[in-house]
């Protein structure tokens, strides 16, 4: 497997438009879209993710995520199931445009969880969010992470740092070395879009009394093993909330797609066999 030198450039810098966002992701292998999330519904969202770590605390069901560095992360996984405004947030139109302009149009959703960064919080693992796929990785993204900065992302409260290059990559980092990150630094509210093949691990929160929390989707080509089985993690009653489109996001619904193999539905139009009955 190839390992890049990491190559020394400034990470993107917020941009007003999504498309300029989109830019940065395919430059840089990350992008930043200020303003994406308004100041009130940023504020809920926080408000939300703080009601779900309080319900799931009560009812004994703190998450934990093994490449964390400390238990001063708060782990929020499955969301949806905890909060069904996160049916709507996950699949919103931007987020959408977001994710095909990445992966193209053919999608799963793969997870959907929430990390709150405490005083204290160490950085994770560096990984790629796609690297349990053989290597060596075809030369585009296989997934694409779309990620909501529900505070202010600085380096100093941790920002999601990156390792510049490394979506040019055809593999995993090495984890006995050790790489130069730069921090993904934004606004609350603000959208930020990864590269499934670029390495980037959480930060370090240095200060004494600031929380970092971020939502955190991510979106697989159809034929990826989802993270979550959303058939066994949704309850009924969420279940009755989703729309027919949403479940088929989240593979809930629709079978194989393998199924409906665009070249298989041609061959029958054009009357040809498939070499069985
Ligand atoms: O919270 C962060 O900054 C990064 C989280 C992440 O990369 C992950 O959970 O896989």
């Known amino acids: 497997?190839?390992?890049?030198?990491?190559?020394?450039?400034?990470?993107?810098?917020?941009?007003?438009?999504?498309?300029?966002?989109?830019?940065?992701?395919?430059?840089?292998?990350?992008?930043?879209?200020?303003?994406?999330?308004?100041?009130?519904?940023?504020?809920?969202?926080r408000a939300r993710l703080w009601d779900v770590a309080r319900r799931k605390d009560a009812a004994g069901k703190r998450d934990f995520v093994p490449a964390d560095a400390n238990a001063n992360n708060i782990r929020l996984l499955n969301l949806i199931d905890w909060d069904p405004y996160f049916i709507e947030l996950s699949s919103r139109a931007c987020v959408m445009d977001a994710v095909r302009a990445v992966i193209?149009?053919?999608?799963?959703?793969?997870?959907?969880?929430?990390?709150?960064?405490?005083?204290?919080?160490g950085s994770?693992?560096?990984?790629?969010?796609?690297?349990?796929?053989?290597?060596?990785?075809?030369?585009?993204?296989?997934?694409v992470n779309v990620g909501w900065m529900i505070d202010d992302f600085t380096d100093e409260v941790g920002a999601t740092r990156f390792v510049p290059g490394s979506h040019h990559g055809d593999g995993n980092p090495d984890s006995e070395a050790r790489y130069d990150t730069l921090a993904i630094e934004g606004p609350a509210g603000a959208m930020m879009i990864m590269d499934g093949r670029i390495w980037h691990t959480s930060g370090i929160n240095r200060t004494a009394d600031r929380h970092r929390a971020a939502v955190f989707g991510y979106y697989v080509l159809?034929?990826?093993?989802?993270?979550?089985?959303?058939?066994?993690?949704?309850?009924?009653?969420?279940?009755?909330?989703?729309?027919?489109?949403?479940?088929?996001?989240i593979?809930?619904?629709g079978g194989n797609r393998e199924l409906f193999n665009p070249g298989a539905v041609r061959a029958r139009a054009a009357g040809r066999g498939q070499g069985h009955r």
């Open 222 to 249: 159809p034929w990826i093993r989802q993270q979550i089985n959303w058939r066994e993690v949704l309850s009924p009653a969420t279940v009755a909330r989703c729309s027919e489109d949403f479940l088929f996001l």
């Open 251 to 253: 593979g809930y619904a």
């Open 104 to 121: 193209g149009e053919r999608i799963l959703l793969s997870n959907y969880s929430a990390n709150i960064m405490g005083p204290g919080a």
């Open 124 to 143: 994770m693992l560096l990984h790629a969010d796609q690297g349990y796929v053989t290597e060596p990785w075809p030369p585009v993204p296989l997934a």
């Open 1 to 45: 497997m190839a390992k890049r030198a990491t190559r020394k450039t400034n990470a993107p810098s917020p941009k007003p438009t999504l498309a300029e966002a989109l830019a940065d992701v395919r430059a840089h292998g990350v992008g930043v879209w200020a303003g994406a999330l308004d100041k009130a519904e940023t504020d809920d969202v």
